[in-house]
């Protein structure tokens, strides 16, 4: 048994070397169901070609759809940090220190209401 395993083994080694050398000399392609197969290996070919193309395309929309991710991230950070700001500066007691260097007292007292007589008569 030994022996026809050997005899394999040593007669698919030429089958697979004359394979190789079959395909990389390009012979293969002179065959005649070859030739006449050969429109639709040109459109397997193409076809793998725009599916590669697809795949760096939608590669390159990835990239720039999580760098624009990112960058909304940061501008919603920002936008957070800078209303934290506004609504301090909009309190009451810091506007008061603020306008403190300026010579201005923020008044104790609500303002009055003003009325003349002409603005309460009503017009015909």
Do not use: D
């Not at 079959?22 to 070859?34: D, M, N, P, Q, W």
């Not at 050969?38 to 599916?51: E, G, R």
């Not at 624009?68 to 501008?75: C, G, I, N």
């Not at 209303?83 to 923020?106: P, T």
Request: aromatic residues 8%.
């Amino acid at each position: 048994m030994s022996k026809s395993s050997g005899n394999t083994a040593i007669q698919r080694k030429p089958n697979f070397i004359r394979a190789v050398n079959i395909l990389l000399s390009g012979r293969f392609l002179t065959r005649e169901y070859v030739q006449a197969n050969m429109p639709f290996i040109f459109f397997i070919v193409a076809m793998m070609l725009c599916y590669i193309s697809y795949g760096y395309f939608a590669e390159k929309n990835i990239k720039a759809h999580l760098q624009a991710e990112a960058s909304l991230r940061e501008s919603k950070s920002r936008n957070l940090s800078a209303n934290a700001r506004l609504e301090k500066l909009k309190q009451r007691s810091s506007l008061s220190e603020s306008i403190r260097h300026l010579g201005l007292i923020e008044s104790r007292t609500p303002p009055s209401i003003l009325r003349s007589n002409r603005s309460s008569r009503k017009k015909k």
